[in-house]
């Protein structure tokens, strides 16, 4: 559709359409490039405009309303009035409005990408956890099920109901993204997305038993053939011109051995982190770094600070989560991460 328009044509095309009024450093999706309802839509939630703003997540028990609903292999593609870069740790959060019963995560999930151009999108890698079959309909999956898509954590942060920041993964709830994961991607190293100039974020509703994940594994969620992702908001946490792309470093990863790695640090060195403010959450309740510090050795130290590296292999051991680490400079700036453990 968009293929042999200029990066300005489709740029103004994505603030024309569906637009919030302007502001200032508004951080949360506002404007609609697409939106292509899949099959067995919702007609109650069907304006894409409900993906704009910021999230107003129901917390871990309930789901959001204020959403959009994609159909089944539906796409919704939104655009920012300020441009993602690729920071330290997670740049971005996908909130959508999954919720927990039973001790579990009721799922609908969908397959995440960005672009610079709008007509270009690398999609990011992803990890399926759970069950090589279908789930059952309307049953849950640990929070650690789905890694790298949308649909796998509820929302707590709500920015009409409560002061939750939706900036900090460790509370706000929602999928984040590190955009840094992107970096082999054929696309990012032609050069057709820059990783540092991001403007649009598409969800693909992950159609259950039909996509595979990044390993060959089919993906199945809890909606079953006929439900699909229901998206509330799109939030930045890194962008052109913020303060915290050069401040705090918080890096959470699987390396390609299945290990849990950390890197905590600070672009002007170690010291300049405020170790009072490190925080940790553990399937969104509050936890102690001590959870995890038994786990890391010391692998390295460099100018900006440290990491560690879990002993064993993360994958495969039976440590199932969503662990989510932020921490702040002295000057208050913060920096965040989020990894998803597989078990």
Request: proline share 7%; net charge negative; aromatic share 6%.
């Amino acid at each position: 559709m968009f293929a042999n328009l200029s990066r300005g044509l489709v740029a103004a095309l994505a603030v024309s359409a569906f637009t919030l009024p302007a502001l200032a450093q508004n951080r949360f999706a506002s404007s609609v490039l697409d939106y292509t309802p899949g099959a067995n839509p919702n007609p109650n939630f069907s304006d894409p405009t409900r993906a704009l703003g910021g999230p107003t997540g129901g917390g871990l028990s309930n789901g959001s309303l204020d959403i959009v609903v994609l159909g089944v292999g539906g796409s919704l593609t939104l655009g920012f009035d300020v441009t993602l870069t690729d920071g330290p740790g997670a740049d971005f959060t996908v909130s959508e409005n999954s919720f927990m019963f039973s001790g579990g995560v009721f799922a609908e999930v969908g397959l995440v990408e960005v672009s610079t151009d709008g007509v270009n999108f690398a999609r990011f890698p992803t990890r399926y956890a759970g069950p090589l079959g279908p789930l059952p309909p309307f049953g849950v999956s640990p929070m650690g099920t789905f890694g790298g898509l949308t649909g796998g954590l509820p929302v707590i942060a709500n920015v009409v109901t409560n002061s939750i920041s939706p900036f900090d993964p460790v509370v706000s709830g929602g999928d984040s993204f590190d955009l840094a994961e992107l970096a082999a991607h054929p696309l990012v190293t032609s050069n057709l997305v820059d990783l540092d100039a991001i403007h649009f974020v598409r969800i693909v509703d992950a159609q259950d038993g039909v996509f595979s994940d990044s390993f060959g594994a089919l993906i199945w969620d809890h909606g079953g053939a006929t439900s699909s992702v229901d998206i509330d908001a799109v939030t930045a946490l890194h962008f052109v011109g913020d303060a915290s792309s050069t401040g705090p470093i918080v890096d959470l990863s699987i390396d390609a051995q299945g290990h849990l790695v950390l890197e905590l640090g600070h672009a002007n060195g170690f010291q300049d982190l405020n170790l009072a403010t490190l925080s940790v959450s553990s399937n969104l309740q509050p936890a102690s770094f001590n959870l995890i510090r038994p786990l890391l050795r010391l692998q390295q130290r460099t100018p900006r600070g440290v990491i560690l590296r879990s002993e064993l292999p993360i994958v495969g051991s039976g440590i199932q989560m969503a662990l989510s680490i932020s921490i702040r400079d002295l000057g208050g700036v913060l920096s965040a991460d989020q990894v998803i453990l597989p078990g």
